[in-house]
C-alpha cells in the first residue's frame, strides 16, 4: 500500500486550525471580558486576536487553495493566493495600528510603528501587480514579513519586561509558542515552499506542520486563563487591604503590601505601619463610621471610595448573601486596574471562606487569625 506524504501533514494543518480558532476566540472572549472591567490594556488582547484570526483564516485558504483548488483552476489559485497575502499584511497593519495608539507609548515607538503600518500598504498593492512568484515581490514581500515579525517580537518581549508573576510566565510563553510558529512560516510558508523550493515542498510541509501545531499548543497554554493586563504603576500605589464585618464594625482582616517587595527591590508603600491606620479606623479618623453610614441596603447607592489627605480608600460590598462583608483597598491613587484588583481579592477571599462566612458569628475574637492563611493567596495575586 502506497502512502502519499499529504496523508500525514494534511491532519495537522487542520489541528492547527482548530487550535488556532480556538487561541482567536478565547482572545476575543477576555478582551470583552477586560473591556467591561474598563481596563487600559485591553487592546493587546485585540490585537493578537486579530492577527491570529486573520491569519488563521489566510492559512486555511492556503491549505484548500495549494491542495485542492490549485489542482483543478488556475486561475483561481492565482487569486486566492493573493487574498492570502492580503489578509496576512491586513492582520500586521490592524495589529500595528492597535499598539501605536496613546496607551502603548510607555512601552514602543507609536511613531515608528503607525510608519511601519503605513508601509505594508506597499506590499498589499505589489500583489495585485505582480504574481507572487515574482521573485521582486517575493524580495519585498521577505523584508516586510521579516520586519514586522521582528517588530512583533520586539513588542513582545517588551511586555514581558514590564511584566511580572503569572502574566510573566504566560507571556513567555506565547513567545515560545510565537517562535515556533515563526518557525512553521519560514519552512513551510509560500515562498520557502512554493518558490524556492518547491519540488520538495511536502517535504517541507512534513516538517513544518507538527512544529505549527506544537507552537499553537503552547500559545494556547500560555493564553488560557490569562490575568488582566494592568495600568503602569498600579503596584506602586497599594498601601493596605482592610476587610470588615460591618455588623459589628469589627475588622477582619488586614493586609500590609509593605510585605510585598517589587522588582527592583524597594518597597511599595511608605505610609504608616498597619497598627496605627487601624487604629485611624477604630477612632474615626478616617473612619468607619463614615464609611458604613455611605452603605445602604441599596447596591446603587453604595460608596466606591474616599478620598483622604494621602490616600484613597477604595470599597466593595460582598457578593449575597455576605454584603455585609465590606473590602478596603487604600491606594495612592485611584485607577481602574486597582478596583479591579480589589473585586479579585473579595472573589478569592469568598469562593475560599464562603462557608465561614455565613456563621461569622461563631468565630468572633478569632477572624484576624483565622483569615491569616488569605496572606499567601494575596502575595500571589500581588507578586
Not at 520557502?192 to 511536502?202: A, D, H, M, R, T
Not at 499548543?217 to 490569562?226: A, C, E, H, N, T
Not at 494592568?230 to 476587610?243: A, D, T
Request: with cysteine.
Amino acid at each position: 500500500m502506497e502512502y502519499n506524504l499529504r496523508d500525514f501533514f494534511i491532519p495537522p494543518l487542520f489541528i492547527s486550525l482548530v487550535i488556532g480558532y480556538q487561541i482567536f476566540i478565547y482572545f476575543l472572549y477576555q478582551y470583552y471580558k477586560a473591556k467591561k472591567a474598563n481596563l487600559e490594556f485591553t487592546d493587546i488582547l485585540l490585537a493578537y486576536g486579530l492577527i491570529f484570526g486573520l491569519m488563521l483564516t489566510g492559512f486555511f485558504i492556503r491549505i484548500i487553495n495549494l491542495y485542492y483548488i490549485g489542482e483543478i483552476n488556475i486561475e483561481i489559485f492565482h487569486f486566492l493566493t493573493k487574498i492570502t497575502f492580503l489578509i496576512l499584511y491586513s492582520a500586521l497593519m490592524l495589529f500595528f495600528i492597535i499598539i501605536s495608539t496613546k496607551s502603548f507609548q510607555k512601552i514602543i515607538n507609536s511613531t515608528f510603528t503607525k510608519i511601519l503600518a503605513i508601509l505594508i500598504i506597499i506590499p498589499m498593492i505589489t500583489v495585485f501587480i505582480f504574481q507572487p512568484e515574482n521573485l521582486f515581490f517575493g524580495l519585498i514581500s521577505g523584508i516586510t514579513l521579516a520586519i514586522s515579525y521582528s517588530y512583533i517580537f520586539y513588542f513582545h518581549t517588551r511586555l514581558i519586561k514590564i511584566s511580572t508573576g503569572d502574566i510573566k510566565k504566560r507571556l513567555n510563553l506565547v513567545l515560545l509558542g510565537l517562535t515556533l510558529c515563526a518557525v512553521q512560516h519560514f519552512i513551510g510558508g509560500y515562498f520557502p515552499s512554493q518558490v524556492l523550493f518547491k519540488g520538495y515542498s511536502e517535504h517541507l510541509q512534513l516538517i513544518s506542520a507538527p512544529i505549527f501545531v506544537c507552537g499553537l499548543i503552547i500559545v494556547f497554554l500560555g493564553v488560557f486563563r490569562f490575568p488582566a493586563f494592568l495600568e503602569f504603576g498600579w503596584k506602586e500605589s497599594l498601601l493596605y487591604v482592610f476587610i470588615i464585618n460591618q455588623r459589628n464594625l469589627n475588622v477582619i482582616y488586614t493586609f500590609d503590601f509593605k510585605e510585598i517587595i517589587d522588582q527592583h527591590g524597594k518597597s511599595l508603600n511608605k505610609l504608616s505601619n498597619i497598627e496605627e491606620i487601624k487604629q485611624l479606623f477604630s477612632s474615626g479618623i478616617i473612619g468607619i463610621d463614615k464609611i458604613i453610614s455611605g452603605i445602604t441596603n441599596t447596591k446603587l447607592e453604595f460608596i466606591e471610595s474616599i478620598r483622604q489627605k494621602d490616600f484613597i480608600i477604595l470599597l466593595n460590598r460582598g457578593e449575597e448573601p455576605q454584603s455585609f462583608i465590606i473590602y478596603c483597598l487604600l491606594v495612592r491613587k485611584d485607577m481602574n486596574s486597582l478596583r479591579y484588583f480589589l473585586k479579585t481579592i473579595r472573589n478569592e477571599f469568598e469562593q475560599i471562606y464562603k462557608n465561614i462566612l455565613i456563621n461569622l458569628n461563631d468565630i468572633e475574637g478569632k477572624e484576624e487569625k483565622i483569615f491569616s492563611n488569605f496572606d499567601a493567596i494575596m502575595k500571589k495575586l500581588i507578586v
